[in-house]
């Protein structure tokens, strides 16, 4: 008989952003080279627009075979603005849906799970408890320290809640992945034994950009060859605290700053910037442009509000190194970003929410050429080396691993799994 697996995630492909291309890149990985039997419990695509894809509207369920993965989606509340409640209602309806339809298949092996979807945590550890066989959460994020630093209302109450189901996940689970060191204490603090707990680091889930193309993608997006472009893709929500750039580019007016995705901000930014000639608002790209146009910027910029102290390392930032370009980090220095961008040695840190101390360090990078080109080989050559996708694939197979031989050695000893 083959191996039959269940990854619990709420984000998943055609998600671009967020955790949804690492889910469906272990997804399709375990499919195709452990050649399993894999099925991905899902919610419908919204991220990070926070707005139901249109090919989803109306439809309650949906079952699609991607790529050799069996997804099974279940509707749920998309809030097209985060507050506690609604962030709770969008939780509360995730855990519904999975609960009053699971997955139809036969008993998993191994379920996985991505956290931070707590209704996602809920429901794979109940599924694998039903049916004894190891729970294995992958922490990208820990909800309970988000809300409580997110600047939404009701964010302390949301925060006790949201920890005290983050330990109920992830006490029981056989074995927790985490994708930074930083994330030990925290982890451990909820209940896990630090001998539970393993590194598997999320990879830079993009391809190197195409050699020779950054003028011709210049040309097409309208960036002149003299303009100093300051990038940031991804997700526009409270928790970036993208104003900072709105600010610098109203300090520094030589610069050219693109805010490059969607979510809940992007409407108020706009406004923001409407009487800015030098910020541009642009929809995601394309998967197939967007390693060109990363690597078309000058500067790749990361941001948080000053208020986060963010353990996790945002996705963004394996594809910026991947992209060759220097990153400048507008985050605390003590997080989890800010120790990527000190481990690589490929960009500048700069303080939260200080937008004079960005437009200084952008302006400083393009004076000096030479000095960014350097900066972005050293990210390329990072992420060649310690964010492959293969080696990061290779992390989570090994977790599975362990945590099947566990469980076989469990029923050796006569000890249930």
């Avoid at 009053?100 to 191994?110: E, F, L, N, T």
């Avoid at 603090?189 to 590194?199: D, Q």
């Avoid at 997080?335 to 360090?361: I, K, Q, W, Y």
Wanted: aromatic content about 4%; glycine content about 8%; overall charge positive.
């Amino acid at each position: 008989m083959g191996e039959r697996l269940l990854l619990v995630s709420t984000n998943y492909a055609p998600e671009q952003a967020g955790i949804g291309p690492y889910a469906t890149q272990i997804a399709e990985h375990l499919a195709t080279r452990r050649a399993a039997e894999v099925h991905v419990l899902a919610g419908m695509p919204h991220y990070p627009a926070w707005r139901l894809d249109p090919a989803y509207r109306g439809r309650w369920r949906a079952e699609e075979r991607r790529a050799g993965v069996l997804v099974h989606r279940r509707r749920h509340s998309v809030p097209p603005r985060q507050t506690a409640a609604r962030r709770a209602l969008y939780e509360a309806s995730i855990l519904a849906g999975g609960l009053v339809a699971p997955p139809r298949m036969a008993r998993p092996h191994a379920v996985l799970a991505q956290v931070p979807s707590l209704a996602g945590g809920v429901l794979a550890a109940r599924i694998a408890r039903r049916h004894r066989v190891p729970y294995l959460p992958i922490v990208q994020d820990l909800m309970g320290a988000a809300a409580a630093q997110s600047g939404i209302s009701g964010g302390g109450r949301a925060a006790s809640a949201a920890s005290a189901v983050e330990r109920r996940v992830l006490r029981g689970a056989t074995l927790v992945g985490v994708i930074h060191d930083s994330f030990r204490d925290r982890v451990r603090a909820l209940g896990v034994p630090p001998e539970r707990i393993r590194l598997v680091p999320n990879w830079s889930h993009v391809r190197a950009p195409s050699p020779g193309a950054r003028a011709a993608t210049r040309e097409r997006l309208g960036w002149p060859p003299e303009a100093t472009v300051v990038l940031h893709s991804g997700n526009m929500g409270l928790k970036q605290g993208l104003d900072v750039l709105i600010d610098a580019a109203r300090e520094a007016p030589e610069l050219r700053v693109v805010l490059m995705g969607d979510g809940s901000q992007r409407a108020r930014l706009a406004a923001r910037a409407e009487r800015l000639p030098n910020v541009t608002l642009l929809p995601p790209a394309a998967d197939a442009d967007f390693p060109e146009v990363l690597a078309a910027a000058d500067v790749l910029v990361v941001t948080q509000r000053a208020a986060v102290l963010d353990m996790s390392v945002p996705s963004k930032l394996t594809s910026y190194f991947a992209a060759g370009r220097p990153v400048l980090a507008s985050v605390a220095a003590e997080g989890g970003t800010a120790a990527e961008v000190r481990r690589s040695d490929a960009g500048r840190l700069v303080p939260p929410e200080d937008p004079a101390a960005l437009a200084a360090a952008a302006r400083k990078l393009a004076a000096d050429p030479a000095a960014a080109d350097a900066l972005g080989a050293r990210g390329a050559a990072y992420a060649r080396d310690h964010l492959s996708r293969a080696a990061g694939l290779g992390r989570v197979t090994a977790l599975l691993d362990e945590a099947l031989a566990l469980a076989a050695d469990a029923r050796r000893n006569g000890e249930g799994s």
